[in-house]
């Protein structure tokens, strides 16, 4: 049996096409080549943003190409990038002081606290909230709120003030990184064993291995070692 075909407009051009696609596939089926738009097909690279709304629905829609199956009359449009502040910066040279944020993005103390942004993103993140602690100088409570960002711009899109709220939190959440987070011990001692040189010989060794000994060894190794 035939599977139910349901029409939806991309880019205003209807097509009818089998209703358990994602909007990413149902393009495709609709002859689509997409070569921006589409990254890893898996809901991580956040590289298919798409913006719809529903006959007879006045509700904008947010959701990932990839990730959202089609409804019958979507009129979808995709939105692969979006212009937004990105300020240059060399994270070596920064500190993790609340300043920092207001000197590389001073628009962040013009948020409204609207939460437009929050109702936009397809990750189900609290935008408003992570922006709101980043007013407060907060670079770990960005950091950690903003953790499952992807990138997508859409927050961005929405924000009639202008704020680019993904490059500010991905700004804390390298800072940090560089400047916050807790040392790990074990790290450290074993960054200073390589450095040392403690592991030069069994390296070379393996470099002179040929591909089948490599995958003996590898079959082999102790998964958790004592
Ligand atoms: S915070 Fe913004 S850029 Fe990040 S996933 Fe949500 S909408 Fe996309
Ligand atoms: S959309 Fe812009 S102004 Fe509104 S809460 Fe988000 S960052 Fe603030
Ligand atoms: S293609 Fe990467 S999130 Fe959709």
Same mark, same amino acid.
Not at 15 to 40: F, N, W
């Given at each position: 049996?035939?599977?139910?075909?349901?029409?939806?407009?991309?880019?205003?051009?209807?097509?009818?096409?089998?209703?358990?696609?994602?909007?990413?596939?149902?393009?495709?089926?609709?002859?689509?080549?997409?070569?921006?738009?589409?990254?890893? #097909?898996?809901?991580? @690279? =956040?590289? %298919?943003?798409?913006?719809?709304?529903?006959?007879? $629905?006045?509700?904008? *829609?947010?959701?990932?190409?990839?990730?959202?199956?089609?409804?019958?009359?979507?009129?979808?449009?995709?939105?692969?990038?979006?212009?937004?502040?990105?300020?240059?910066?060399?994270?070596?040279?920064?500190?993790?002081?609340?300043?920092?944020?207001?000197?590389?993005?001073?628009?962040?103390? #013009?948020?409204?606290? @609207? =939460?437009? %942004?929050?109702?936009?993103?397809?990750?189900?993140? $609290?935008?408003?909230? *992570?922006?709101?602690?980043?007013?407060?100088?907060?670079?770990?409570?960005?950091?950690?709120?903003?953790?499952?960002?992807?990138?997508?711009?859409?927050?961005?899109?929405?924000?009639?003030?202008?704020?680019?709220?993904?490059?500010?939190?991905?700004?804390?959440?390298?800072?940090?990184?560089?400047?916050?987070?807790?040392?790990?011990?074990?790290?450290?001692?074993?960054?200073?064993?390589?450095?040392?040189?403690?592991?030069?010989?069994?390296?070379?060794?393996?470099?002179?291995?040929?591909?089948?000994?490599?995958?003996?060894?590898?079959?082999?190794?102790?998964?958790?070692?004592?």
């Amino acid at each position: 049996m035939s599977e139910e075909l349901v029409p939806v407009f991309i880019m205003g051009k209807r097509y009818d096409v089998p209703h358990s696609l994602t909007i990413m596939k149902a393009m495709e089926y609709a002859g689509y080549q997409l070569i921006r738009g589409v990254g890893c #097909r898996g809901g991580f @690279c =956040g590289a %298919c943003a798409t913006v719809y709304r529903l006959q007879g $629905d006045d509700t904008l *829609y947010f959701g990932l190409a990839c990730q959202t199956v089609v409804e019958p009359n979507m009129y979808l449009v995709q939105i692969p990038f979006f212009p937004a502040q990105r300020a240059s910066y060399k994270i070596s040279e920064l500190s993790a002081r609340p300043e920092q944020l207001f000197s590389l993005y001073p628009e962040l103390l #013009r948020c409204l606290g @609207c =939460g437009t %942004c929050t109702k936009a993103c397809p990750q189900d993140l $609290d935008v408003k909230g *992570y922006t709101a602690a980043a007013m407060r100088g907060d670079i770990a409570r960005v950091a950690d709120m903003s953790f499952d960002c992807i990138m997508c711009g859409l927050c961005a899109a929405r924000c009639p003030v202008g704020e680019a709220q993904y490059n500010i939190a991905v700004l804390c959440r390298r800072l940090y990184g560089r400047y916050l987070a807790p040392r790990s011990q074990h790290l450290e001692d074993r960054l200073a064993e390589i450095g040392s040189g403690a592991f030069d010989e069994p390296l070379q060794e393996l470099m002179g291995l040929n591909t089948e000994e490599l995958k003996e060894r590898y079959e082999a190794r102790d998964i958790e070692p004592k």
